[in-house]
């Protein structure tokens, strides 16, 4: 008896699906976490597809279909914003290509709950999991890992990687700022000087079959050109002042403490929540 008085609850935890144009993929990765990870909340965000996407949601997901598309960083600062407008102490990010598998996450949420890390990185390039990846992308990786080193940012193998479990505190952080266009490099260096933990745990994924990355090949060198740049400017930016969201969001969430509305399923789909934005 003495045992379960002391045992600690379950923390909440959301996973933020981001999809755009991933009709093909994003049904059975849903079906897929729901079944690997039945106590955990959904929410896909639907960031402004002109296919079907959002439709592809059980009728246990939480969908946020935004009204056109704001890229991958704007999706996600709407997760985290949901996910703080509703005091959820864990939530990670499941891409909705499929390529993140269901199974892993609970690597990523047992680090962030057993240690002092703020952030959890799922890597591709850790220990002996294979991950097969062109020389481009790889030198890419290298590069921008190298970069974040050099400017006393902490050391990651995958810092591209968008498998990321975060606790409240960075919840807060992002629900207030978040980058616009290719984040993940960009939050690990501002959380780091920052003063927050990151941990990263090697994680196996699956190699993408269908829809179209977010960064095509022909771009991978502006893109590293732009990230490196983007990396020099955050070592003087401030993002998150006190890590606090800002007032009208707090605002937004006393006038309406719960967003979600039922809305009546069409005639050829289940019954989905969708949030009000």
């Keep these: 008896m003495p045992s379960d008085i002391n045992r600690q609850p379950a923390p909440r935890c959301l996973i933020i699906v981001p999809a755009y144009n991933e009709r093909t993929a994003v049904g059975k990765l849903i079906r ?22 959002a439709k592809q ?18 999706a996600m600062q709407t997760g985290y914003r949901y996910a703080d407008f509703h005091g959820y102490d864990i939530a990670i990010q499941v891409d909705g290509d499929g390529q993140h598998r269901p199974g ?3 690597r990523l949420v047992e680090k962030l709950s057993t240690t002092d890390c703020d952030l959890v990185i799922g890597s591709r390039f850790m220990s002996d999991i294979k991950y097969r990846q062109s020389f481009a992308r790889m030198t890419g990786i290298h590069i921008l890992s190298t970069l974040i080193r050099w400017l ?27 980058p616009d266009d290719y984040p993940e490099p960009e939050v690990v260096l501002l959380l780091h000087k920052a003063g927050y933990k990151i941990g990263e745990v090697p994680v196996r994924m699956r190699q993408r079959r269908s829809g179209n990355t977010s960064i095509p090949l022909t771009r991978g060198l502006f893109y590293v050109i732009k990230v490196a740049v983007c990396l020099v400017l955050d070592t003087v930016r401030d993002p998150w ?17 719960d967003p979600v509305r039922w809305q009546p399923p ?12």
């Design 32 to 53: 897929r976490i729901h079944k690997h990870l039945p106590d955990y909340d959904v929410l896909l965000i639907d960031d402004g597809s002109t296919d079907d996407t």
């Design 241 to 257: 002042p006190q890590g606090k969201v800002g007032d009208h969001a707090n605002a937004l969430s006393q006038s309406d403490p």
């Design 266 to 277: 069409a005639a050829d789909r289940p019954p989905t929540q969708t949030i009000q934005t």
């Design 152 to 178: 006393r940012g902490p050391h990651t193998a995958d810092c591209t990687s968008g498998f990321r479990a975060a606790n409240r505190r960075v919840i807060r952080a992002f629900a207030h700022w978040y």
């Design 104 to 106: 892993e996450v609970a």
């Design 57 to 74: 949601a059980s009728a246990h997901t939480k969908v946020v279909s935004l009204p056109f598309n704001l890229g991958i960083g704007g």
